[in-house]
């Protein structure tokens, strides 16, 4: 291209870190904690075993019983052979450079990139088949110790106690099955960034970014800790793909320093002595952040008896998710709910069941980006005061300023549809206003 432009490309591969191939209590069956323990009787201890006697008999080696977990509440592992392959992330990008006048630059960049094999929470290896949710509350009955069927549904075993819904689901004899080191999740990312920096230069620096980008991944299940819900059809994992819980579609963020024109050597007030040690020698700096709020996400719908996905809830047709007073613009975070309870609904409602209703997957998906939640943003200032004292001592003094014009950035309100404190924020992401003042002698050796 022409001197003062610029085009370049990349692309790459990147290959995450191999995770642990066993996990970290071990499987059952493959480990063993003899306990000895000694009794109180009326004429003292009783010591459990003598040393001059050796160890008692007590379980050795490996127990390769495949039914050693039947019936005892405890969850097997599974891992399969692919689960320990790492994550492949392809990278690609196109960028354009322009210079401009003053020592400006402006630049253009579409960036992306598609990940698989990622660390993921999306099998359900023990979930009951979606051909019996039309059972509705059916699901909900027990068997006793001596039936042989319920709802027309043989036992799967003599003696079996739980629900219907266990008792159909593919391992009846244990709860759920915890996969181990699942990566099965993918993600891709693309966005559009233009930036425009100036390098200092006649005592201005600036660099003004701008981003417009879409993150759309399966892999943020694993994160059921920070993000609500999970996975809720394991049947129908293209349905899981949503955007991600920290997709930001535009952000815009803005830093600049100045040196004012006033003092010695400069375009105002040009002079020495007390004039230069009251008018020269100031800077200041700032920073401004703003981005799109994170995408909405809820808790679980009402679920099924025994090993459940989560089920979401549904968006009714035709109703605003936000309430009245945030659609006003009038909105009191101290006692207005952000959310409209009336907009959601449990797709699984006792209500619904005992109509005759069967169980069914909600609207909503597991990340919901038509609905997000407060934002708010920031401005950063720093005032600076540079006084020469003599040829290899310089006097700095600085006055920051942070979250400078006090914005509350609200924090995710309440996201459980059917808690009574649906849609009200209780806290903030961040403090209020701060600042702090600094004073240093700066020496040069040269």
Same mark, same amino acid.
């Given at each position: 291209?022409?001197?003062?432009?610029?085009?370049?490309?990349?692309?790459?591969?990147?290959?995450?870190?191999?995770?642990?191939?066993?996990?970290?209590?071990?499987?059952?069956?493959?480990?063993?904690?003899?306990?000895?323990?000694?009794?109180?009787?009326?004429?003292?201890?009783?010591?459990?075993?003598?040393?001059?006697?050796?160890?008692?008999?007590?379980?050795?080696?490996?127990?390769?019983?495949?039914?050693?977990?039947?019936?005892?509440?405890?969850?097997?592992?599974?891992?399969?052979?692919?689960?320990?392959?790492?994550?492949?992330?392809?990278?690609?990008?196109?960028?354009?450079?322009?210079?401009?006048?003053?020592?400006?630059?402006?630049?253009?960049?579409?960036?992306?990139?598609?990940?698989?094999?990622?660390?993921?929470?999306?099998?359900?290896?023990?979930?009951?088949?979606?051909?019996?949710?039309?059972?509705?509350?059916?699901?909900?009955?027990?068997?006793?110790?001596?039936?042989?069927?319920?709802?027309?549904?043989?036992?799967?075993?003599?003696?079996?106690?739980?629900?219907?819904?266990?008792?159909?689901?593919?391992?009846?004899?244990?709860?759920?099955?915890?996969? *181990?080191?699942? @990566?099965? %999740?993918? #993600?891709? /990312?693309? $966005?559009?960034?233009?930036?425009? &920096?100036?390098?200092?230069? +006649?005592?201005?620096?600036?660099?003004?970014?701008?981003?417009?980008?879409?993150?759309?991944?399966?892999?943020?299940?694993?994160?059921?800790?920070?993000?609500?819900?999970?996975?809720?059809?394991?049947?129908?994992?293209?349905?899981?793909?949503?955007?991600?819980?920290?997709?930001?579609?535009?952000?815009?963020?803005?830093?600049?320093?100045?040196?004012?024109?006033?003092?010695?050597?400069?375009?105002?007030?040009?002079?020495?002595?007390?004039?230069?040690?009251?008018?020269?020698?100031?800077?200041?700096?700032?920073?401004?952040?703003?981005?799109?709020?994170?995408?909405?996400?809820?808790?679980?719908?009402?679920?099924?008896?025994?090993?459940?996905?989560?089920?979401? *809830?549904?968006? @009714?047709? %035709?109703? #605003?998710? /936000?309430? $009245?007073?945030?659609?006003?613009? &009038?909105?009191?975070?101290? +006692?207005?709910?952000?959310?409209?309870?009336?907009?959601?609904?449990?797709?699984?409602?006792?209500?619904?069941?005992?109509?005759?209703?069967?169980?069914?997957?909600?609207?909503?998906?597991?990340?919901?980006?038509?609905?997000?939640?407060?934002?708010?943003?920031?401005?950063?200032?720093?005032?600076?005061?540079?006084?020469?004292?003599?040829?290899?001592?310089?006097?700095?003094?600085?006055?920051?300023?942070?979250?400078?014009?006090?914005?509350?950035?609200?924090?995710?309100?309440?996201?459980?549809?059917?808690?009574?404190?649906?849609?009200?924020?209780?806290?903030?992401?961040?403090?209020?206003?701060?600042?702090?003042?600094?004073?240093?002698?700066?020496?040069?050796?040269?």
């Amino acid at each position: 291209m022409s001197g003062k432009s610029v085009l370049r490309g990349n692309y790459g591969i990147i290959y995450g870190a191999t995770p642990m191939n066993v996990p970290a209590n071990g499987e059952p069956g493959f480990s063993n904690h003899p306990n000895f323990t000694d009794s109180l009787t009326a004429g003292g201890f009783t010591t459990p075993f003598s040393l001059d006697s050796g160890f008692p008999n007590f379980s050795k080696g490996i127990n390769l019983d495949p039914f050693q977990l039947d019936n005892t509440g405890n969850s097997p592992f599974y891992t399969a052979h692919s689960f320990g392959r790492p994550a492949n992330v392809q990278n690609y990008g196109l960028e354009i450079l322009q210079q401009l006048p003053h020592a400006t630059v402006l630049s253009l960049t579409y960036t992306g990139n598609r990940a698989t094999h990622l660390s993921s929470n999306l099998m359900c290896l023990n979930c009951l088949s979606t051909q019996y949710y039309g059972l509705g509350s059916q699901l909900r009955q027990s068997f006793s110790a001596d039936q042989t069927t319920l709802s027309g549904h043989k036992t799967p075993y003599s003696s079996f106690t739980g629900s219907l819904a266990q008792g159909l689901q593919p391992f009846p004899q244990i709860g759920s099955v915890s996969t *181990f080191n699942e @990566n099965i %999740g993918q #993600s891709s /990312y693309n $966005a559009l960034y233009a930036k425009l &920096q100036r390098n200092f230069s +006649n005592g201005f620096s600036l660099l003004a970014s701008y981003a417009w980008s879409k993150t759309l991944t399966d892999a943020d299940s694993t994160l059921i800790g920070q993000l609500a819900g999970g996975f809720q059809n394991p049947f129908n994992l293209k349905g899981e793909k949503a955007v991600s819980g920290y997709d930001y579609p535009q952000t815009f963020a803005l830093s600049y320093v100045y040196e004012l024109p006033f003092g010695k050597n400069k375009a105002f007030l040009n002079g020495g002595g007390v004039l230069n040690a009251v008018v020269g020698g100031w800077e200041i700096s700032g920073i401004h952040h703003a981005q799109s709020a994170v995408p909405a996400h809820f808790d679980c719908a009402t679920g099924l008896p025994g090993s459940s996905p989560c089920f979401r *809830f549904s968006l @009714n047709p %035709g109703v #605003s998710p /936000y309430s $009245a007073a945030k659609l006003s613009g &009038q909105l009191d975070p101290l +006692n207005d709910a952000y959310l409209n309870k009336d907009a959601f609904s449990d797709p699984n409602s006792d209500e619904r069941l005992t109509k005759g209703g069967g169980f069914q997957f909600g609207s909503l998906p597991r990340n919901v980006g038509s609905i997000r939640y407060p934002i708010t943003p920031l401005s950063d200032f720093s005032f600076i005061k540079r006084t020469t004292i003599s040829e290899r001592a310089t006097a700095e003094f600085r006055v920051e300023l942070f979250n400078a014009f006090n914005q509350h950035r609200l924090g995710a309100p309440n996201q459980n549809p059917n808690s009574t404190a649906f849609g009200h924020i209780s806290g903030t992401e961040h403090g209020p206003r701060g600042g702090q003042l600094t004073m240093r002698i700066n020496f040069s050796t040269a």
